[in-house]
């Protein structure tokens, strides 16, 4: 079983439809998680941390439910630019600066 | 300030040719990270550098791959001699102790024939 496990899709959306996706990780020690985003040919970047109580930046909102181990990415009113692959990344204290990387999840948001 | 650099963006060589990937950090970061990202396999770290030193080579798929930090400021990534398995994205990538967000660089496109 892979450490981080995402569903890979991909999500057809169309524009200004509501997505949601979920990612679970398998080591109960891990302590910190991230939405990475990674556009077609290009370099991931970090979307936004994800925090115990939840946060939210703009349309975009990160939950973690650490009794069941998983966490998830709340798109609303997404736009054609939101197309891209979404990938979960965990740390845990065992592994200091060393980050777990999920397969990603693959979102196409149609007109 | 620049982002992590790398060189070069593309690379098409021949089975059994010895290839050479660099890595320019951002300035001030003392970890940087060799990854490695495919279709089948995904993002795959190989081996990770903290002030220079290798702290996990773990991830290196064998002894034709070597990676050498000289110093803050400067990394390569050696595949000798290559095969058509390694064609891949290469990414390097750099953090600041304390910091968790990775900054990662344009990758490098192999293609080994």
């Known amino acids: 079983r892979k450490e981080v496990e995402q569903d890979p899709g991909p999500f057809n959306v169309p524009e200004g439809a509501t997505v949601a996706f979920n990612c679970t990780y398998s080591n109960s020690a891990s302590q910190s998680f991230f939405w990475y985003r990674q556009d077609c040919r290009k370099e991931p970047k970090l979307l936004m941390s994800?925090?115990?109580?939840?946060n939210e930046d703009g349309r975009f909102t990160a939950q973690l439910n650490r009794a069941s181990q998983y966490i998830s990415l709340l798109i609303r009113d997404s736009k054609l630019s939101d197309s891209a692959t979404y990938l979960c990344v965990v740390n845990h204290m065992d592994s200091n600066y060393q980050l777990i990387w999920g397969a990603g999840t693959k979102l196409i948001i149609k007109p | 300030d620049a982002g992590v650099i790398q060189s070069p963006r593309h690379e098409v060589t021949e089975m059994g040719q010895e290839v050479t990937l660099r890595c320019k950090p951002i300035?001030?970061?003392?970890?940087l990270f060799w990854y490695r990202q495919t279709m089948m396999r995904g993002l795959e770290l190989l081996i990770y550098f903290n002030n220079n030193v290798p702290i996990d080579d773990s991830g290196m798929p064998e002894d034709r791959f070597s990676a050498k930090m000289p110093n803050a400021s400067f990394s390569t990534l050696k595949i000798q001699p290559s095969e058509p398995r390694d064609s891949a994205v290469y990414f390097c990538a750099s953090s600041l102790a304390g910091v968790k967000e990775q900054f990662f660089g344009p990758g490098t496109r192999l293609t080994v024939l």
């Open positions: 994800v925090y115990s109580s939840g």
């Open positions: 300035s001030g970061h003392d970890y």
